[in-house]
């Protein structure tokens, strides 16, 4: 969690409130990236929130550098999905609003995926791995992600929800 959101948090506790995020859809042939996340230990697109004075694409590439060790291109914009609700494990409900980029990787290595069974306690990320697009994880970690993921399938881009 960015100190901005841990920030925004010591001054609202759990109420609901909305966050502005940033993903890659990596693309690979006919395979797609896909996180495990450390709070849910569902899978979802890497990605995490925009930190002030940073632009969303910004944020993406980032992010994924962080959570899978890949240096990344964004190719074009997915979609803007905004009329979302998540609730966290530990009860804070946000509206996230996120851009998903579609994007493929440039450089860097993978992080291992040998479950991460070492990653410290409150890791982002357990797992990094490729799926193929028909056969994904399920169910993702939210619907936002699903949605972004059949969209993707799809072939669709500049999706506003």
């Known amino acids: ?5 841990s920030w925004l948090r010591s001054h609202v506790g759990p109420a609901p409130i909305q966050l502005v995020f940033a993903a890659v859809c990596v693309v690979d042939e006919d395979r797609v990236l896909l996180q495990r996340r450390g709070d849910d230990g569902a899978w979802g697109f890497p990605g995490g929130a925009v930190e002030l004075g940073e632009s969303a694409e910004e944020a993406a590439v980032r992010e994924v550098g962080e959570e899978t060790g890949l240096d990344v291109r964004v190719t074009e914009l997915l979609g803007i999905y905004t009329k979302y609700w998540h609730t966290y494990p530990n009860g ?20 291992e995926t040998d479950d991460r069974a070492g990653a410290p306690p409150g890791a982002e990320t357990l797992e990094v791995r490729y799926f193929h697009l028909d056969a994904p994880p399920q169910p993702l970690t939210n619907q936002q992600h699903a ?11 500049a999706v506003h929800r």
């Open 1 to 5: 969690m960015s100190d901005y959101i």
């Open 92 to 111: 804070d409900r946000a509206q996230p609003i996120t851009a998903f980029f579609r994007g493929t990787p440039i450089g860097g290595s993978l992080h």
């Open 147 to 157: 949605d972004a993921l059949a969209d993707l399938r799809a072939g669709r881009s």
